[in-house]
């Protein structure tokens, strides 16, 4: 199929649907799925789940690019540190994260009528985990809802799966729609910060999360803090920027940022902060 022909199955996708819950992060794959069910007319509610994992830049993402879509937007708030498997930041958290929220999707859809939730799997992400020997856990999950209910509705549906539309293919059509993240960088819970088995709360987590923006707001767009600590319990924050973005920490105008950055995270409980040579890559908590 061309991408003029997937565009147009995703169109026809949408224009056949009754009522669609749409599980939204935000991202360059949920805000096409919604501005297609904003397009098609039908009723359509963008859901996003609130959780502590979830940074306030993307909470507040979600929020602008809904409007931007202009597609009707709640947020539901959930306690995942609550729940062992997220809070202990075990390897099968994910697994546990995606059941719980999209238990929580499926009930208020039960609850409010929709006859279809829908997420955001692309073709890349099927293609990826296919190709793995052990599933992702956070897939696994979502496969395990979608045949457990069957054709009990409401359903689960991954079109942009299904119609074998990839990310590169995502990006394309979202900036022919003018989508304003349709060059967002891919972004993470903020449990992947921490190693396996590392402990986590509310406050370490809002930590970093406020540590990740003060570096955005020296320029980078793309920026991981990753936790370790050392034998004697120090912590150390390994800093991830984007290819080419490093030169951001070697910028005379941003060197009182810089500071306020190394005095926010002593504050915080970390003894050292480092610049990762290698830069950003997706996963470098699991090598």
Do not use: W
Request: with cysteine; net charge negative.
């Amino acid at each position: 199929m061309t991408k003029t022909g997937k565009n147009e199955a995703l169109s026809a996708y949408f224009e056949n649907q009754k009522s669609v819950l749409i599980a939204f992060s935000g991202g360059v794959d949920s805000a096409l799925l919604a501005s297609f069910a904003a397009a098609a007319g039908i009723n359509a509610l963008a859901v996003t789940v609130k959780t502590e994992l979830v940074s306030d830049r993307e909470i507040q993402n979600a929020l602008e690019t809904a409007n931007e879509i202009g597609i009707l937007h709640i947020f539901i708030e959930k306690k995942m540190l609550e729940i062992p498997e997220i809070k202990n930041n075990q390897k099968d958290r994910c697994y546990a994260c995606k059941k719980e929220m999209f238990e929580t999707l499926l009930k208020y859809a039960e609850d409010n009528g929709f006859e279809t939730v829908i997420e955001g799997t692309n073709y890349s992400d099927k293609l990826m985990n296919d190709s793995n020997e052990i599933p992702r856990p956070g897939y696994s999950a979502l496969l395990e809802l979608k045949e457990k209910r069957g054709a009990k509705l409401p359903k689960i549906e991954t079109p942009l799966a299904d119609l074998k539309i990839t990310k590169e293919e995502i990006r394309e059509i979202a900036r022919r729609k003018n989508l304003a993240v349709a060059d967002k960088p891919s972004m993470s819970c903020l449990a992947t910060r921490f190693s396996y088995d590392f402990p986590l709360t509310s406050e370490i987590l809002k930590t970093i999360d406020a540590a990740e923006k003060m570096i955005e707001n020296l320029g980078a767009r793309q920026i991981r803090i990753r936790c370790h600590t050392d034998d004697t319990g120090r912590n150390i924050a390994r800093v991830e920027v984007g290819k080419g973005e490093g030169r951001i920490f070697f910028d005379e105008k941003n060197q009182k940022g810089i500071e306020e950055f190394i005095l926010f995270l002593k504050q915080n409980g970390f003894s050292y902060m480092t610049i990762d040579l290698e830069g950003f890559r997706s996963g470098s908590m699991d090598i």
